[in-house]
């Protein structure tokens, strides 16, 4: 079946300027994850939605990152007035409930000039 | 409060001999344990999880792992390495801190596999 899909797969974009990048996940999954790989680097958590509950905002790193899921299932990540340091992978994970297995999206390559 | 510390930034094989990827956690809960591997420019894939039933694990591609609760370990192994097992793995810990079961990932190891 399909996996967690996400777009768009690269972005170059300038200093300051905004972006918006969106996660598909698998349907019926109601968990549903971001996280930030800078190179070389582990996954930073950003931000986690749980069904109707309010999302976890805990890992965003500054108020410029956002982050919705439209009916429980499309997530767009939007990332205002966009910093060199934002430069990296961001990446999707959906899962059937919080405490299975997550399954990734092939991520969106962010880069800032 | 729950975090995981992956022992080694890099391990280093030859082709046939076996594989251990060090990791040790610390979780307040009973927590549930996984194995990631992502190989270059692809996407994360899960290998292998613990979830409090037996405590060793089978996985894909011939990876196992164990828990062990006095050592609050979960080693990743393979009695043979090969070729396409080259890659970066991650272990995650996640338990229902603050009511939420938010992971925790390692820094990663990458396994390099000499022929």
């Not at chain 1, 990152?65 to 429980?72: D, I, N």
């Not at chain 2, 391990?11 to 979780?27: A, F, K, W």
């Amino acid at each position: 079946g399909a996996g967690v899909s996400q777009s768009p797969s690269n972005k170059v974009t300038e200093k300051g300027k905004d972006v918006e990048l969106r996660c598909d996940p698998i349907s019926g999954h109601t968990a549903l994850y971001w996280y930030r790989q800078s190179l070389g680097q582990g996954l930073e958590f950003l931000i986690y939605f749980q069904g109707n509950s309010a999302p976890d905002k805990s890992g965003l790193p500054s108020d410029r990152f956002s982050a919705e899921r439209t009916g429980g299932s499309v997530s767009t990540l939007t990332i205002q007035r966009t910093q060199q340091e934002d430069s990296a992978v961001y990446l999707c994970a959906s899962s059937l409930a919080s405490y299975n297995e997550q399954f990734f999206g092939p991520g969106t390559r962010l880069t800032v000039l | 409060a729950q975090s995981v510390t992956q022992l080694d930034s890099h391990v280093s094989v030859s082709e046939g001999t076996p594989v251990l990827l060090r990791c040790n956690y610390s979780s307040s809960y009973s927590p549930s344990l996984f194995w990631y591997v992502q190989h270059p420019n692809k996407g994360l894939q899960l290998l292998l999880k613990y979830t409090s039933a037996a405590t060793l694990v089978k996985g894909i591609n011939g990876f196992e792992a164990e828990f062990k609760k006095s050592e609050t370990s979960f080693h990743l192994t393979k009695p043979s390495a090969h070729m396409s097992d080259a890659a970066e793995y991650f272990c995650v810990v996640s338990d229902q801190t603050g009511g939420s079961y938010i992971p925790t990932f390692g820094r990663g190891t990458s396994l390099i596999v000499h022929p």
